[in-house]
């Protein structure tokens, strides 16, 4: 697809570099000219100096023969003046970056006379990252297929474990209703098989219902559980939005924010929240708060160094579920090494939303992924098929299908229903199919066939 990005700040170049690497033809503006250079030349996409907001240089950079345009500038106002711009300039959908609560909550109202295909909010879909983390407290990694019926939940086995030392085969306590994914050990990520051997310390990736999960975990002897007690380190947008979603789950919440200000507009906005207006990197006053007896801490303060910093102290002195907030993505390299619980990175989060919904828009176009997370650190892809009346899987047996080696088919929805499949089940028009793999650039249900 021909895709125009305008703003070339962390979010703008975070998108640009999420399309580009799904193969979709760049182009991306701001008036900040070395801002364009350097991301243009990054990803090796045309780059235009100027505001994106205006009919000439959206012309320049091609807008009335773009699939989609992306407003990704700092300001809402000037992203949703750009979204309107480019669709009256032929572009043939927008997507605009909206970070303001009043804006997102009003939107709807007029999506329709903008011509806007979608919305995001960086800090808002960092905050339900974030929530879905809590709520399966000491989770590494959490993701929804099937409209949120079914979830991928990466965990590691501890010492002790009923788990530990056992095939997958004798795993099966629920009956078919959880299926173990991925296991990662050491460097090496495996799509293991029924004889597989679960050994302590690997990071294994469940499949089941929301609800199922906490079962499951609780007979394997893995301390998984909801956050009741939250503290937020932070009082910025991300904040104000979990805050809001906790709240509604009955969590107690604690926010602590060092601007006065921003604390009587949060005692307004929160009046179910506790906010204490401090240092978040005063380790006295975080011992007096409770830091040692909280369950869930996310540290989301402006200052990447500070997040990681107090993430690293907390980590020493609770057994907090810990989610650091990381926005530089070359500090990725350094928070592997530091065994942080979990790391978010608003930006990055937002690029794969949005690539997600262009996946979404290409299936008209021939393309039937649903859903796509890049798992294990790229290694390992989990994608979501809607199976269509054409495909050749229609109604075989799984176990007689041949499938591609390192891929399995993991869970079937239909009509309401999910299914972790065995080998009699069979594959059905209409079906949301999600299959794990290390192929890369499998873009139809059929691909999943071995050509042998």
């Known amino acids: 697809m021909d895709i125009v990005i305008v703003g ?9 570099v999420e399309l580009n690497s799904a193969g979709h033809d760049i182009v991306v503006v701001d008036t900040n000219g070395s801002a364009v250079s350097r991301l243009a030349d990054s990803i090796d996409a045309m780059g235009v100096e100027g505001n994106g907001a205006t009919y000439e240089v959206l012309s320049e950079a091609g807008v009335s023969d773009a699939d989609l345009v992306v407003a990704a500038t700092a300001r809402d106002e000037v992203n949703l003046y750009t979204c309107l711009m480019a669709k009256a300039s032929g572009a043939k959908h927008t997507i605009a970056r909206v970070r303001s609560p009043e804006y997102t909550d009003d939107l709807f109202r007029v999506k329709d006379l903008l011509g806007l295909s979608m919305s995001i909010n960086p800090e808002l879909t960092a905050a339900v990252e974030i929530s879905r983390l809590l709520r399966f407290s000491g989770a590494i990694e959490i993701d929804a297929f099937s409209k949120g019926a079914i ?81 937020i380190l932070g009082g910025g947008k991300i904040s104000y939005y979990l805050a809001q979603r906790l709240i509604k789950t009955g969590a107690n919440v604690k926010i602590i924010e060092q601007n006065a200000q921003r604390c009587e507009e949060l005692s307004q906005k929160l009046p179910d929240a506790m906010i204490i207006h401090g240092d978040c990197m005063d380790q006295a006053l975080l011992l007096s708060e409770g830091i040692t007896h909280v369950d869930g801490v996310a540290a989301l303060m402006d200052y990447d160094e500070e997040n990681i910093l107090i993430s690293l102290y907390i980590k020493g002195v609770s057994k907090a579920n810990i989610i650091t907030k990381v926005n530089n993505q070359y500090f990725d390299s350094i928070t592997d090494k530091l065994g942080l619980d979990c790391v978010i990175n608003p930006k990055k989060l937002t690029g794969e939303y949005i690539a997600r919904y262009i996946r979404a828009m290409q299936n008209s176009l021939g393309s039937n992924v649903e859903t796509l997370y890049r798992l294990n650190e790229n290694r390992i892809e989990a994608l979501e098929f809607r199976a269509k009346n054409s495909s050749k899987l229609i109604a075989v047996p799984i176990e007689k299908l041949n499938l591609k080696d390192n891929l399995q088919i993991i869970s079937i929805f239909r009509k309401g229903k999910i299914i972790l499949p065995t080998g009699k089940d069979a594959i059905m028009p209409d079906d949301l199919v999600v299959v794990i793999t290390k192929h890369k650039g499998l873009s139809d249900l059929d691909d999943i066939m071995s050509k042998r």
């Not at 173990?180 to 098989?193: F, M, S």
Request: aromatic share 4%; hydrophobic share 40%.
């Open 8 to 16: 070339c700040g962390k979010v703008g170049a975070s998108i640009a």
């Open 151 to 231: 979830e991928l939940i990466k965990v590691e086995i501890p010492e002790g474990s009923s788990a530990c030392n056992r095939k997958l085969s004798d795993i099966d306590v629920l009956k078919g209703k959880v299926r173990i994914a991925t296991v990662e050990r050491g460097d090496e990520v495996y799509i293991p098989n029924g004889d597989f051997t679960i050994l302590q310390g690997d990071r294994v990736t469940v499949v089941t219902k929301p609800e199922t999960a906490i079962k499951f975990f609780k007979k394997m002897n893995i301390n998984i559980g909801k956050s009741k007690d939250v503290m």
